[in-house]
Protein backbone atom coordinates (compact mmCIF):
# COMPACT_ATOMS: atom_id res chain seq x y z
CA UNK A 1 0.00 0.00 0.00
CA UNK A 2 1.13 3.50 -1.13
CA UNK A 3 0.62 6.17 1.37
CA UNK A 4 1.01 9.74 0.61
CA UNK A 5 1.27 12.75 3.10
CA UNK A 6 0.74 16.71 2.50
CA UNK A 7 1.20 20.27 3.94
CA UNK A 8 1.47 20.07 7.66
CA UNK A 9 0.44 15.81 7.84
CA UNK A 10 3.64 15.82 5.51
CA UNK A 11 6.08 18.25 7.66
CA UNK A 12 4.44 16.62 11.24
CA UNK A 13 5.48 12.68 9.75
CA UNK A 14 8.47 13.97 8.36
CA UNK A 15 7.44 11.71 4.73
CA UNK A 16 5.76 12.72 1.80
CA UNK A 17 5.02 8.99 1.13
CA UNK A 18 6.16 5.57 1.88
CA UNK A 19 4.94 1.91 1.26
CA UNK A 20 3.82 0.38 4.10
CA UNK A 21 2.24 -3.57 4.68
CA UNK A 22 -0.38 -2.84 7.57
CA UNK A 23 -1.38 -5.92 9.51
CA UNK A 24 -4.64 -7.61 8.50
CA UNK A 25 -6.89 -5.63 11.11
CA UNK A 26 -6.67 -2.69 8.97
CA UNK A 27 -9.56 -2.80 6.80
CA UNK A 28 -10.81 0.62 6.00
CA UNK A 29 -9.44 4.22 6.19
CA UNK A 30 -10.37 4.78 10.13
CA UNK A 31 -8.60 1.00 11.14
CA UNK A 32 -5.15 2.81 9.02
CA UNK A 33 -5.23 5.91 11.01
CA UNK A 34 -5.40 3.75 14.25
CA UNK A 35 -2.39 1.70 13.02
CA UNK A 36 -0.29 4.79 11.64
CA UNK A 37 -0.74 6.71 15.16
CA UNK A 38 1.43 3.53 17.10
CA UNK A 39 4.01 4.19 14.37
CA UNK A 40 5.68 7.19 16.04
CA UNK A 41 5.32 10.12 17.37
CA UNK A 42 5.46 12.41 14.48
CA UNK A 43 2.63 9.85 13.15
CA UNK A 44 0.81 10.34 16.70
CA UNK A 45 1.15 14.62 16.40
CA UNK A 46 0.06 14.21 12.48
CA UNK A 47 -2.70 12.09 13.40
CA UNK A 48 -4.20 13.35 16.67
CA UNK A 49 -7.26 15.01 15.58
CA UNK A 50 -8.85 13.33 13.08
CA UNK A 51 -11.86 16.19 12.21
CA UNK A 52 -8.79 17.60 10.47
CA UNK A 53 -7.80 14.80 8.54
CA UNK A 54 -9.26 13.80 5.03
CA UNK A 55 -8.46 11.14 3.30
CA UNK A 56 -8.16 9.98 -0.34
CA UNK A 57 -8.22 5.99 -1.97
CA UNK A 58 -6.44 5.90 -4.99
CA UNK A 59 -7.23 10.18 -5.58
CA UNK A 60 -10.49 10.01 -4.94
CA UNK A 61 -12.10 11.45 -1.34
CA UNK A 62 -12.63 8.56 1.43
CA UNK A 63 -14.98 8.52 4.15
CA UNK A 64 -13.47 6.52 7.76
CA UNK A 65 -15.28 3.42 6.53
CA UNK A 66 -14.13 3.28 3.00
CA UNK A 67 -12.31 -0.25 2.22
CA UNK A 68 -8.30 -0.01 2.05
CA UNK A 69 -6.05 -3.21 0.36
CA UNK A 70 -2.86 -3.78 -0.77
CA UNK A 71 -2.27 -2.32 -3.77
CA UNK A 72 -4.07 0.92 -3.02
CA UNK A 73 -2.59 4.62 -2.93
CA UNK A 74 -3.91 5.83 0.12
CA UNK A 75 -3.30 9.95 0.82
CA UNK A 76 -4.08 11.43 4.13
CA UNK A 77 -3.97 15.43 4.08
CA UNK A 78 -5.89 18.55 5.90
CA UNK A 79 -8.82 20.69 4.56
CA UNK A 80 -7.91 21.92 1.20
CA UNK A 81 -6.83 25.46 0.73
CA UNK A 82 -6.36 26.35 -2.82
CA UNK A 83 -8.23 28.87 -4.73
CA UNK B 1 -13.26 22.00 -20.70
CA UNK B 2 -9.53 22.02 -19.75
CA UNK B 3 -7.09 22.24 -16.70
CA UNK B 4 -3.65 23.04 -16.35
CA UNK B 5 -1.58 22.79 -13.06
CA UNK B 6 1.62 24.92 -13.41
CA UNK B 7 4.05 27.45 -11.99
CA UNK B 8 4.33 29.43 -14.32
CA UNK B 9 2.37 32.99 -14.52
CA UNK B 10 -0.50 32.82 -17.19
CA UNK B 11 -1.78 35.53 -19.86
CA UNK B 12 -5.32 36.20 -18.88
CA UNK B 13 -5.70 38.18 -22.48
CA UNK B 14 -4.75 35.12 -24.22
CA UNK B 15 -6.35 32.88 -22.45
CA UNK B 16 -9.88 34.49 -22.72
CA UNK B 17 -9.34 35.62 -26.45
CA UNK B 18 -8.52 31.50 -27.42
CA UNK B 19 -11.44 30.59 -24.69
CA UNK B 20 -13.90 32.83 -26.63
CA UNK B 21 -12.95 32.03 -29.93
CA UNK B 22 -13.27 28.57 -30.14
CA UNK B 23 -16.32 27.94 -31.03
CA UNK B 24 -18.93 30.97 -33.57
CA UNK B 25 -21.79 30.07 -30.99
CA UNK B 26 -19.89 31.55 -27.96
CA UNK B 27 -21.69 35.18 -26.53
CA UNK B 28 -20.35 35.19 -23.46
CA UNK B 29 -16.96 35.27 -21.51
CA UNK B 30 -16.51 35.15 -17.96
CA UNK B 31 -13.44 35.31 -15.39
CA UNK B 32 -12.61 34.47 -12.14
CA UNK B 33 -8.66 35.72 -11.06
CA UNK B 34 -7.51 34.76 -7.54
CA UNK B 35 -4.68 36.87 -6.48
CA UNK B 36 -2.00 36.58 -3.54
CA UNK B 37 -3.16 39.45 -0.70
CA UNK B 38 -0.48 41.35 0.36
CA UNK B 39 -1.49 41.34 4.29
CA UNK B 40 -2.11 38.22 6.18
CA UNK B 41 -4.60 40.14 8.85
CA UNK B 42 -2.41 43.55 9.38
CA UNK B 43 1.21 41.25 8.43
CA UNK B 44 2.97 41.74 5.21
CA UNK B 45 2.86 38.47 3.51
CA UNK B 46 6.70 37.65 2.35
CA UNK B 47 5.93 34.60 0.27
CA UNK B 48 3.01 31.83 -0.80
CA UNK B 49 3.90 28.84 -1.24
CA UNK B 50 1.29 26.37 -2.59
CA UNK B 51 1.31 22.15 -2.85
CA UNK B 52 -0.83 19.81 -4.13
CA UNK B 53 -1.61 16.66 -4.88
CA UNK B 54 -0.50 15.77 -8.32
CA UNK B 55 -2.88 13.95 -10.11
CA UNK B 56 -6.02 13.93 -7.70
CA UNK B 57 -5.65 17.40 -8.53
CA UNK B 58 -6.31 17.00 -12.13
CA UNK B 59 -8.90 14.61 -11.85
CA UNK B 60 -10.64 16.57 -9.51
CA UNK B 61 -10.87 19.99 -11.55
CA UNK B 62 -11.53 17.59 -14.67
CA UNK B 63 -14.92 16.36 -12.47
CA UNK B 64 -15.99 19.88 -11.48
CA UNK B 65 -15.35 20.64 -15.46
CA UNK B 66 -17.82 17.74 -16.30
CA UNK B 67 -20.17 18.66 -13.89
CA UNK B 68 -20.64 22.16 -14.56
CA UNK B 69 -21.23 21.10 -18.43
CA UNK B 70 -24.40 19.10 -17.01
CA UNK B 71 -25.55 21.67 -15.07
CA UNK B 72 -25.08 24.49 -17.73
CA UNK B 73 -24.91 25.02 -21.28
CA UNK B 74 -21.26 25.98 -21.31
CA UNK B 75 -19.54 26.30 -25.01
CA UNK B 76 -16.27 25.89 -23.40
CA UNK B 77 -14.67 26.10 -19.81
CA UNK B 78 -10.65 26.58 -18.25
CA UNK B 79 -9.27 26.10 -15.05
CA UNK B 80 -5.59 27.18 -14.71
CA UNK B 81 -3.84 26.89 -10.94
CA UNK B 82 -0.49 27.79 -10.16
CA UNK B 83 1.88 25.98 -7.58
CA UNK B 84 4.94 26.37 -5.60
CA UNK B 85 6.54 29.83 -4.22
CA UNK B 86 4.26 33.17 -5.43
CA UNK B 87 4.75 36.30 -4.19
CA UNK B 88 2.58 39.39 -2.80
CA UNK B 89 -0.34 40.55 -5.81
CA UNK B 90 0.62 37.15 -7.84
CA UNK B 91 -2.28 35.52 -9.51
CA UNK B 92 -2.73 32.24 -8.16
CA UNK B 93 -5.54 30.79 -10.04
CA UNK B 94 -7.77 31.39 -13.61
CA UNK B 95 -10.98 30.24 -14.13
CA UNK B 96 -12.91 31.03 -17.43
CA UNK B 97 -15.94 29.93 -18.77
CA UNK B 98 -17.36 30.58 -22.23
CA UNK B 99 -21.50 30.53 -23.36
CA UNK B 100 -23.64 31.45 -25.90
CA UNK B 101 -25.52 33.82 -23.14
CA UNK B 102 -24.02 34.96 -20.05
CA UNK B 103 -26.21 33.84 -17.48
CA UNK B 104 -24.94 30.31 -17.61
CA UNK B 105 -21.13 31.91 -18.41
CA UNK B 106 -21.56 33.35 -14.92
CA UNK B 107 -22.82 30.61 -12.19
CA UNK B 108 -21.18 27.92 -14.03
CA UNK B 109 -17.27 30.02 -13.37
CA UNK B 110 -18.81 30.70 -9.74
CA UNK B 111 -19.83 27.65 -8.59
CA UNK B 112 -16.41 26.34 -10.64
CA UNK B 113 -13.95 28.40 -8.26
CA UNK B 114 -16.84 27.99 -5.24
CA UNK B 115 -16.45 23.94 -5.65
CA UNK B 116 -12.47 24.16 -6.39
CA UNK B 117 -11.38 26.07 -2.87
CA UNK B 118 -13.03 22.84 -1.19
CA UNK B 119 -12.22 20.27 -2.91
CA UNK B 120 -9.43 20.47 -5.21
CA UNK B 121 -5.87 19.25 -3.34
CA UNK B 122 -4.08 22.31 -3.18
CA UNK B 123 -2.67 23.80 0.24
CA UNK B 124 -1.44 27.06 0.81
CA UNK B 125 1.80 28.33 3.54
CA UNK B 126 1.99 31.74 3.99
CA UNK B 127 5.31 33.26 5.40
CA UNK B 128 6.00 36.57 7.26
CA UNK B 129 8.18 37.99 9.15
CA UNK B 130 6.93 36.05 11.98
CA UNK B 131 7.49 32.60 10.56
CA UNK B 132 5.62 30.52 7.80
CA UNK B 133 2.01 28.71 8.55
CA UNK B 134 -0.29 26.57 7.25
CA UNK B 135 -3.45 28.15 5.57
CA UNK B 136 -6.56 26.74 7.43
CA UNK B 137 -9.78 26.52 5.82
CA UNK B 138 -12.24 28.59 6.42
CA UNK B 139 -15.96 27.45 7.19
CA UNK B 140 -17.32 30.60 4.62
CA UNK B 141 -15.55 28.76 1.98
CA UNK B 142 -17.47 25.51 3.12
CA UNK B 143 -20.90 27.30 3.36
CA UNK B 144 -20.28 28.68 -0.36
CA UNK B 145 -19.52 25.68 -2.20
CA UNK B 146 -22.06 23.50 -0.22
CA UNK B 147 -24.84 26.10 -1.52
CA UNK B 148 -24.51 24.73 -5.07
CA UNK B 149 -24.92 21.23 -3.82
CA UNK B 150 -28.49 22.88 -2.32
CA UNK B 151 -29.74 24.52 -5.83
Known amino acids: MRLLYFAWLRTRIGLAGEEVTPPPEVRDVASLLVWLRGRGAGYAAALA???????????????????????DEVALFPPVTGG | MSVRVQTEDFDLGAELERLGGADPGIGAVV?????????????????????????????????????????????????????GRLGPGDRIVLVATASPHRADAFAACQFLIDALKTSAPFWKREETAAGARWVEARAEDEAAAAAWTAR
Open chain 2, 31 to 83: SFVGLVRHLVGETPLRALELEHYPGMTERRLEALEAEAGRRWALSGCLVVHRV
Open chain 1, 49 to 71: EPALVRAAVNQDYARPDHPVAAG
